[in-house]
């Protein structure tokens, strides 16, 4: 193999080792990071080290709540240790102490071991091997305890010179079961490095729920009882030449031309990790220890070697090398690995508040277009509205105008869990209502609209940001970093603007006062397909929002420029939207001096949201609204022209207009089920475009309540439906919203 080749190999064994902490550690990169010059530059050093060799995250173009101290270690330096250190202390002037990971490419255990030893903290060691041509097998297997599925033909007590364990089909799937020494798995580890695990990596990910305790307590006071207490190992072998030729020994992969391993452990990567942690720790401490102390750690170590497990190893057959990874090996891989080990979303799921939730959700009487499922991790379908917990979470810090907390925290973070008389409660309170974990049921209906009504929307919103934000590209660099890095903080814009920004005071239940107030989506509408059709235009409209907004001169020092760091925050998001609040009854002529605020005016015309209520120049607010309604909001019906006094009293008029004197059938007004119903209880039930106060109207003495909690463009639309089906003529009904000659709405 070449030396570029074996370089550019090389390369892409860190990259994707980096890629897997990201992944495991839940930051999300909006980019590919190693096209970078800087990152390219930096992984070409780390994967080319001849010595120790020290970077970072930032300086890899890597982004994530979290800042990377990457390193590469082969001996011991003094020096290292020291700009390992002063690299930490640099990097805590500028984020949290607990938010800087340090992870280790290191050659061995012993290595790993005197890392973790000196830093005395939560290092990632990810061991990687440079010599490629070694034996990789098993030894002093007890052919007694063998299994092989399908059974094996011929001897079963084989002998020196007998024939192999083998199948009559050699091409198809075979599996065999036996006991193994666990300490020699280890040493299988120490020897291949992480490559060990190329189908089942889990490095970077953080062990909170005491299983690596469980296994070093029980090599430490009973290793006779392991075999017992662990689910053992699974271990999947690709190579063609894989053959049972002994009773006593499994050779997985004969090395001596090099290449790639031929199998990989696909379960059981903790297991090994921790036993390898616990081996090779009391090795270390041999070497240091005083001569009182070393007969009982020679006695702790001899002892827990002893350890047994039970080992499955199942070999698929390749006949060439285009066929590996095989479908059959990514199928096992995957199926076995369903069952991960419990995870914070598994302990949140087990929450009150969320069995309170899913109950509520489930129920007959709540309306479908409001509500969704929550469902666990990896149980995800196409039947329904469906978000896992995470997903959950993130919408409703995005509904509760925290877009920045919804892009930065990670699911430990969100779904952090404290314990009360031994029940799970979810810390956080924005994400996690008390309202609603404490409403009995004549009030959880009026929390969860007020506070998650909208949830559903906001993960859709952002799932269309995510699928076509990549998209949309720009010349200018400040715009392409909002529109890379801005998906919760347009999110959670678009969703306040949807909801007429509408509020209240959450201290106002606890008989306090002030303004501290949140979102309230009590009375929150809207057609979900009509609003995801224009985010694309609108995603760069937000984009110069942002940009204009911040470029302004008291702004752009408050802020910086809009990179990535920017959005990980919720400052800029809530000075946005309050200086909307304070200025959207300003005239047009004073609207026209603030750049940002017409921007916003374009992007509410997008979703046809009224916003803003701007006045003629000299005119008060009382006479421009007395001037638009007498004369620029009516009806024309038939011949009579009808002044009204909002969207709603219009909608409400057109629609007695046509039940009174172009009556539909029955069948086609099943069709207006949303917005018309002579149900007094479904207008009562404020779902839907009934949320609010529908208007009542007499039609020949029979009572409809028209639902008109919409926006213009729906009201137009469903007017439009229902002149279709009455068959009412063209040219009798008309909607004039303002002065202008061109009708809002006609038909």
Known sequence: MSDIIQRMKREECFRNYINEILRN????????????????????????AKGNYITDSRKMNIEGAETLILAVYKEKDDIFVKTVKEKISILSSYTKASDIQLVFFVGNMRSRIFLEKIFQRN???????????????????????????????????????????????????????????????????????DQ????????????????????????????????????????????????????????????????????????????????AQYFYGLEDQLESCSASEREEIEWKLNRSKKARVLLRVIHIPVESETDQPSCMAKEISVALNRQKPIKIEDIAFTAPFVEKLTKYLSMDSVRENDVFQLVRRG????????????????????????????RNQGANELLKVRVEDGENFLANKLIFSR??????????????????????????????????????????????????????????????????????????????????KLPDFSNFACNLKEVLEPIP????????????FIKKTEKNEKYGEPDSNLFKKNDLYKDIIREIKEKRKLTKKELSRQPALVQCMEF????????????????????????????????????????VQSDAHAIAMVTEYILTYYPPVKEALKEMDGWIT??????????????????????????????????????????????????????????????????????
């Not at 995800?380 to 917990?389: A, F, H, V």
């Not at 235009?537 to 204009?548: L, Y």
Request: net charge negative.
């Open 196 to 275: 060990l695990f190329k189908y089942n990596v889990r490095i970077g990910m953080k062990e909170t729920l005491g299983v690596d305790s469980a296994i070093r307590n029980t090599l430490e006071t009973e290793p006779d009882q392991f075999w017992f207490k662990n689910n053992g190992i699974t271990i999947l072998v690709e190579n063609p030449d894989f053959k049972v030729n002994s009773a006593e020994t499994l050779m997985l992969d004969d090395r001596k031309s090099g290449g790639e391993l031929g199998f990989s452990v696909v379960n059981g990567a903790q297991t090994i990790n921790t036993a």
């Open 537 to 548: 235009q609108a995603i760069k409209c937000f984009a110069n929002i942002v940009v204009t």
């Open 604 to 643: 509410a015309k997008l979703f046809q949201l009224e916003i803003f209520e701007e006045s003629p120049v000299g005119e008060s607010e009382a006479e421009t609204d007395e001037k638009r309604t007498l004369a620029g909001k009516f009806v024309i019906l038939g011949s009579g022209k009808y002044t």
């Open 435 to 516: 309202d609603f974990l404490a409403a009995d049921e004549t009030d959880e209906d009026r929390v969860f609209r007020r506070d998650y009504k909208a949830v559903w929307h906001a993960h859709q919103i952002a799932s269309e940001y995510e699928k076509t934000g990549r998209g949309i590209d720009s010349t200018e660099q400040d715009i392409q970093n909002v529109i890379k890095n801005g998906k919760w903080y347009f999110t959670a814009f678009l969703i306040q603007m949807l909801n007429g920004l509408e509020e209240y005071d959450k201290n106002a239940y606890s008989g306090k006062s002030g303004e501290d």
């Open 123 to 193: 290092v990632f060691c990810i061991l990687i091997q440079e010599h490629e041509r070694q034996e990789a097998k098993l030894e002093s297997l007890n052919r007694f305890e063998m299994m092989q599925e399908p059974p094996i033909s011929g001897k079963i007590n084989l002998e020196k010179g007998d024939a192999p364990l083998q199948n009559e089909d050699n091409k198809s799937i075979r599996g065999l079961v036996c006991t193994a020494s666990l300490l020699q798995i280890v040493e299988l580890y120490n020897m291949l490095g």
């Open 678 to 747: 002579d149900d007094k209880r479904v207008s009562q039930e404020g779902q839907g475009y009934f949320s609010g106060t529908p208007k009542l109207v007499d039609v020949n003495g029979k009572n409809y309540w028209i639902g008109t909690h919409s926006n213009t463009k729906i009201k137009c639309r469903q007017m439009k439906r229902l002149c279709e089906l009455a068959s009412v003529p063209q040219g009798c009904i008309f909607w004039y919203k303002e002065v202008r000659d061109k009708p809002q709405f006609s038909w």
């Open 25 to 48: 550690r839940e930051v999300d990169c909006d980019e590919e990071w190693w096209n970078h010059d800087n990152a390219r530059k930096e992984l070409t050093a780390l994967a080319g």
């Open 379 to 406: 149980e995800k379908t196409d039947e329904y509205r469906q978000m896992d917990l995470v997903e959950f979470s993130r919408a409703r810090l995005a509904c509760a105008g925290c877009p920045g907390d919804a």
